[in-house]
């Protein structure tokens, strides 16, 4: 079976867009059918999923106009496991640890940067945390011992994303002169920190690069963009495997395509994105064909979670 079919049992595939129409929806993958809506009074910006969330800035449509201050529509939680089993939550817009352990939530602890943060990642080894803002620089936070170290890979050009593959063998990170960076991992495993080394420089897109995303199988890296495109590329050399590409009937509406969120299903064969032309689409990774598509959102879809775990 694969994210393209039906369920298993009586649980089904569930996949969860979010967009600026105020609504987060809920969806048979399979099938293309919402199966509930949730209405909300600010726009949502983030959807937590399995194992990762996510993550955006407050943005209305484009990245010149920046909401800095944290809203509840504008949350991006990435849930972690602490000592214990214990849920915690990173919400970037407050640069606060929150321990979820009752229905009141209790801040930990709080990293505190100069600049606005995008973006947020869990290291597998649930002990660190990638940290990325908007003025270009990456911070590792060691959540054991508090001790953060960073890096600049472009002065003064957001860090949009970041994103750890599950085999914690490579990093990656996307920015707004769609450039994506890529790092080998070493260390993370007890007392030892995460060091990186770097990898490649890809110029993955012509405008801002908005996520980037690794296969469950670390075989692959996704990036989304501005320029209407989701590229696919192998980790094996970062070499481009497949261009998913939405192009907007009217060529002066350049914005309506822009792909903002994108998800592997858990064998690494397809993936759903989200894009400012209200619709998420779910791909075939290895031709771009498109399988199916979700309407339904009034406005631009720029967050989702893929949960197909449940497949056989």
């Known amino acids: 079976m694969n994210a393209a079919q039906g369920t298993v049992g009586s649980d089904p595939v569930i996949l969860a867009t979010a967009g600026y129409d105020h609504t987060v929806r809920f969806w048979q993958a399979h099938s293309g059918i919402c199966t509930r809506t949730v209405q909300h009074q600010d726009s949502v910006s983030a959807v937590p999923g399995r194992g990762g969330s996510r993550e955006r800035d407050g943005m209305r449509g484009t990245r010149g106009t920046e909401v800095n201050r944290p809203e509840w529509g504008d949350w991006n939680g990435v849930p972690?496991?602490?000592?214990?089993?214990?849920?915690?939550?990173?919400?970037?817009?407050?640069?606060?640890?929150?321990?979820?352990?009752?229905?009141?939530?209790?801040?930990?602890?709080?990293?505190?940067?100069n600049a606005p943060i995008n973006c947020v990642c869990l290291h597998p080894n649930q002990a660190e945390l990638i940290v990325g803002d908007q003025s270009g620089a990456i911070h590792i936070w060691d959540l054991k011992t508090d001790h953060n170290e960073q890096l600049i890979p472009e002065p003064e050009v957001s860090v949009n994303s970041v994103h750890i593959d599950p085999d914690a063998s490579y990093m990656a990170a996307v920015n707004s002169s769609g450039n994506c960076y890529v790092w080998n991992l070493t260390g993370g495993i007890?007392?030892?920190?995460?060091?990186?080394?770097?990898?490649?420089?890809?110029?993955?897109?012509?405008?801002?690069?908005?996520?980037?995303?690794?296969?469950?199988?670390?075989?692959?890296?996704?990036?989304?963009?501005?320029?209407?495109t989701c590229k696919i590329w192998r980790t094996s050399n970062f070499s481009l495997m497949t261009e998913l590409s939405i192009k907007s009937n009217n060529p002066g509406e350049t914005s309506r395509g822009w792909m903002w969120d994108c998800a592997f299903s858990g064998d690494s064969q397809y993936i759903v994105t989200a894009s400012s032309d209200n619709l998420a689409r779910l791909w075939c990774v290895e031709t771009g064909e498109i399988k199916r598509e979700y309407s339904g959102h009034?406005?631009?879809?720029?967050?989702?979670?893929?949960?197909?775990s449940v497949l056989g």
């Not at 089993?85 to 940067?113: D, K, Y």
């Not at 007392?191 to 469950?216: D, G, M, W």
């Open 80 to 113: 972690c496991s602490g000592d214990g089993g214990a849920n915690c939550m990173l919400l970037p817009a407050l640069s606060s640890l929150l321990c979820c352990r009752s229905r009141n939530l209790q801040c930990q602890r709080i990293f505190q940067v």
């Open 298 to 308: 009034q406005k631009a879809v720029v967050c989702l979670a893929f949960n197909d």
């Open 190 to 228: 007890g007392e030892e920190v995460t060091q990186l080394i770097p990898k490649t420089k890809i110029p993955a897109h012509n405008r801002y690069a908005l996520q980037c995303k690794f296969s469950p199988d670390s075989t692959l890296l996704a990036t989304c963009s501005a320029d209407q």
